[in-house]
């Protein structure tokens, strides 16, 4: 079971990125999808999660009304769209799947490897 995230890089500061995160070796399509960050010297934190059905979604404060997290249950895939990027976003960004809709890393059960994303000022 492997959840890959892909997608980071760096971007200046107003720019947009679309991260990606890829299950395999089984279906996460029952599952709530999450993505978590870490920057540099700090505890991993909530970004945001989705429903097992798309239908509801809720974010950070921190990001919320620039990111969007979506889900296609067919290609068992999880996306998070980042527009008008600060360098405060810059991080390792995680993604996750579990099976209660929460903001809290133990409410997750899988974990993927994370992908840097560097927002320069």
């Known amino acids: 079971v492997q959840l890959q995230a892909s997608g980071g890089g760096l971007v200046q500061a107003g720019g947009s990125l679309r991260l990606s995160c890829a299950a395999s070796?089984?279906?996460?399509?029952?599952?709530?999808r999450g993505w978590f960050r870490q920057a540099p010297g700090k505890e991993r934190e909530f970004v945001g999660a989705?429903?097992?059905?798309?239908?509801?979604?809720y974010y950070a404060d921190s990001v919320k009304g620039r990111f969007t997290i979506s889900r296609d249950n067919a290609k068992n895939t999880v996306y998070l769209q980042m527009n008008s990027l600060k360098p405060e976003d810059t991080a390792v960004y995680y993604c996750?799947?579990?099976?209660?809709?929460?903001?809290?890393?133990?409410?997750?059960?899988?974990w993927g490897q994370g992908t840097l994303v560097t927002v320069s000022s």
């Open positions: 996750a799947a579990g099976g209660l809709y929460g903001s809290r890393l133990y409410e997750y059960d899988y």
């Open positions: 989705i429903s097992w059905s798309g239908g509801s979604t």
């Open positions: 070796g089984r279906t996460f399509s029952s599952y709530v």
